[in-house]
């Protein structure tokens, strides 16, 4: 199989919200009132979670499939704690993203414990956001200064 490419193309809006584009999909990204937004739509933090556990999702039904695994029910819920003083040029020396991902899953299945363990071994091993978490992904930045 080829490689995919995603995109997400848009505009910054205000200084707390992007309005965006993925596919046909429009998408607006604000932060709470208390960090300065109008509180419209999930900050960027609250989507990466999202999209965590979304592709979690995904990734559990597909391996399920293959194993012939019975998936009647999941819940997924993530949470982290971020030190906002980094964000905030307060701090150098923490971390300005998340110290650590709780990821909680429940799953209702008649599978054996056994099989439910190598199920997640492979969603693990296969989720690609769970890969861009775990390791460094290297970024590359195309900045163009535009002068009116």
């Known amino acids: 199989m080829s490689k995919l490419n995603f995109s997400i193309s848009g505009n910054s809006i205000t200084a ?23 509180d419209v739509a999930p900050n960027p933090v609250e989507y990466l979670l999202a999209a965590y556990a979304g592709c979690i999702n995904v990734v559990i039904h597909l391996v399920a499939k ?19 003083d980094r964000l905030f040029g307060l701090l150098t020396v923490d971390r300005a993203g998340f110290e650590s991902l709780n990821v909680d899953i429940d799953l209702d299945s ?6 439910i ?32």
């Not at 584009?21 to 960090?35: G, Y």
């Not at 008649?110 to 099989?115: G, I």
């Not at 363990?117 to 930045?141: A, G, I, M």
């Open 117 to 148: 363990d190598t199920l997640f071994e492979q969603v693990k091993d296969r989720c690609p956001l769970n890969d861009n978490l775990s390791n460094s992904t290297p970024l590359n930045y195309n900045i163009r200064h535009l002068v009116n």
């Open 66 to 84: 293959e194993l012939q695994v019975t998936v009647n029910n999941i819940s997924i819920n993530i949470n982290g704690d971020i030190n906002p």
């Open 16 to 38: 707390t919200r992007y309005d965006g584009k993925a596919r046909h999909f429009n998408l607006t990204v604000d932060e709470p009132e208390e960090f300065g937004g109008k």
């Open 110 to 115: 008649d599978a054996s414990r056994e099989v």
